[in-house]
């Protein structure tokens, strides 16, 4: 029945389909999967990368690769996801290169599954990007993808960052904001005494946000400057914990 699904001609019920089918049947609907690839519309030619991505069968890795490196967005994006989980030595380097070398769109979805892949090659190939200043307007999608690695190597490479007399300070604003996406809440306590007050701040907003009797003492403590900015920002932060007892 999914099978006739897939051939329905529709391409949204076609993509449902595929999925079901990577889901029940596991590497036994890679011949399915490949034959949809190669003889559907684009939406489900996409579905059918993002399956594959399901498996994770190494035998499929040449083909996400030519469709990553393909420059059709609908191909290449399904396929960069795909290869992220997978993983392994191909995928990884595919990824720092199309990370380095594709198109706009290309590198934004690279530098995102290089986040989720979490190696130390995707770690440094992104901590270098974000030390170029021509990569300054995408600091955010760089810093969002080290924060979801959330291991002690790459929390401890971004507080280093913030020593990085290089950097402009909203580069490490948003430095600070991966700290907060990976949990980090002793790093925002240090980034809470920096001496830029906009990093200083952006870590007092995180820390707001995690909660903790830790994050409360730093914020109690921003009370008592003598910077109106800082206490305002402090007083919003403690309103996002709960009245202080």
């Not at 401890?156 to 909203?170: C, G, M, Q």
């Not at 007050?197 to 008592?224: D, E, F, I, W």
């Not at 920002?233 to 709960?242: D, M, P, S, T």
Request: charge should be positive; hydrophobic fraction near 40%; proline fraction near 4%.
């Amino acid at each position: 029945l999914l099978g006739q699904l897939i051939k329905s001609g529709s391409p949204y019920v076609a993509s449902t389909a595929l999925r079901e089918v990577a889901s029940r049947q596991g590497k036994a609907s890679l011949p399915m999967l490949i034959s949809a690839y190669k003889d559907g519309n684009r939406r489900v030619q996409g579905a059918a990368l993002a399956a594959m991505g399901q498996l994770k069968d190494p035998s499929t890795t040449k083909l996400l690769v030519e469709a990553a490196r393909s420059g059709q967005w609908n191909l290449a994006s399904p396929a960069i996801n795909a290869l992220a989980s997978m993983g392994g030595p191909k995928a990884s380097a595919t990824l720092i290169d199309l990370f380095k070398n594709g198109n706009r769109n290309t590198r934004s979805s690279a530098a995102y599954a290089l986040g989720n892949l979490g190696t130390a090659e995707a770690r440094d190939a992104l901590i270098k990007a974000l030390k170029d200043p021509d990569n300054a307007r995408t600091s955010y999608q760089l810093t969002y993808a080290l924060g979801r690695m959330k291991d002690a190597k790459t929390s401890e490479a971004l507080v280093r960052l913030l020593d990085d007399s290089s950097l402009k300070p909203n580069v490490k604003q948003s430095v600070v904001q991966a700290l907060g996406h990976s949990n980090n809440v002793a790093a925002l306590q240090k980034a809470a005494g920096h001496h830029d007050a906009k990093v200083a701040n952006t870590a007092l907003q995180q820390l707001g946000r995690k909660g903790g009797p830790a994050a409360q003492a730093v914020l109690l403590r921003a009370l008592n400057t003598g910077d109106d900015a800082r206490k305002n920002v402090a007083i919003q932060a403690l309103g996002k914990l709960g009245t202080p007892k």
